[in-house]
Nanobody, 120 residues
Framework: VQLQASGGGLVQPGGSLRLSCAAS????????MGWHRQAPGKQRELVAL???????NYADSVKGRFTISRDNAKNTVSLQMNSLKPEDTAVYYC???????????????WGQGTLVTVSS
């Protein structure tokens, strides 16, 4: 199983970016999908989560600005980020709690990070 994230880059304050992440492999079922971020010198923190049924949860710092969505048929999760602030600068990681054909259990997988830089 692999998670491949894309969409990071440099954006000015107030701008927008869209991150995408695709899960691939012998996937049977995906429960949670989400995004976390890690700023320089800080611990990784939750940004947003979405269940297979579409229920979402956001960090207070991004509520009203970020929107998480997923396509269950394509095993993808996206993060639309609007009104970006310099403090949103971080490496963003996607993750998924899923069951694949090699396991009876749900396990957590992480994608490689994608850098988002918000600066003028």
């Amino acid at each position: 199983v692999q998670l491949q994230a894309s969409g990071g880059g440099l954006v000015q304050p107030g701008g927008s970016l869209r991150l995408s992440c695709a899960a691939s492999g012998s996937i049977l079922s995906i429960n949670l999908m989400g995004w976390h971020r890690q700023a320089p010198g800080k611990q990784r923190e939750l940004v947003a989560l979405i269940t297979s049924g579409g229920r979402t949860n956001y960090a207070d710092s991004v509520k009203g600005r970020f929107t998480i969505s997923r396509d269950n048929a394509k095993n993808t999760v996206s993060l639309q980020m609007n009104s970006l602030k310099p403090e949103d600068t971080a490496v963003y990681y996607c993750n998924a709690v899923l069951r694949d054909s090699a396991s009876w259990y749900y396990n957590e997988y992480w994608g490689q990070g994608t850098l988002v830089t918000v600066s003028s």
